[in-house]
């Protein structure tokens, strides 16, 4: 009986289990029920997540230094920030009053996306995150 070595495979598929998954999530995206549900938790939820410093340059303020990140919170874990980075802006909000701050999370409510613009290392950057419905 010889071998079928060097033969092309049947050309007919060869049946398999199709088992329900769930297409990944893009990176840079965000759901929209993660996002209210952090909104609805009210911004001080959110701030005891991180540890902050204003950074200030030339005496003027130039954003929030990320000090620490919870280590309970696995959100930040593998994420672009990093500590030691510097949120200079997001979605357009220098946030260095708090009113700023009051009126970024109103308007993430319908916000189409978040946009963080960051220093690291002297060199500023921005992400984006889609907001899907």
């Known amino acids: 009986m010889a071998e079928d070595v060097g033969r092309d495979p049947p050309s007919e598929p060869i049946p398999t289990a199709t088992l329900p998954v769930s297409p990944p999530r893009a990176p840079f995206t ?5 996002v209210n549900r952090t909104l609805d938790a009210a911004p001080g939820a959110f701030l ?11 005496g003027r303020f130039a ?3 990320i000090v620490a990140f919870s ?10 920030l990093k500590t030691g980075d510097v949120i ?4 357009g ?13 109103q308007a993430m409510r319908s916000a189409p996306s978040l946009t963080v613009e960051v220093e690291r290392n002297g060199i500023l950057s921005t992400l984006r995150w889609t907001i899907l419905d």
Do not use: C, M, Y
């Open 48 to 58: 005891r997540r991180i540890t902050t410093e204003a950074r200030l340059k030339q």
């Open 93 to 105: 909000h220098s946030l260095e009053r708090p009113d700023d701050l009051i009126e970024l999370w």
């Open 63 to 65: 954003g929030w230094r």
């Open 88 to 91: 200079v802006k997001v979605n």
């Open 30 to 34: 965000l759901l929209r029920g993660e």
């Open 71 to 80: 280590p309970r919170d696995q959100i930040f874990s593998d994420g672009p």
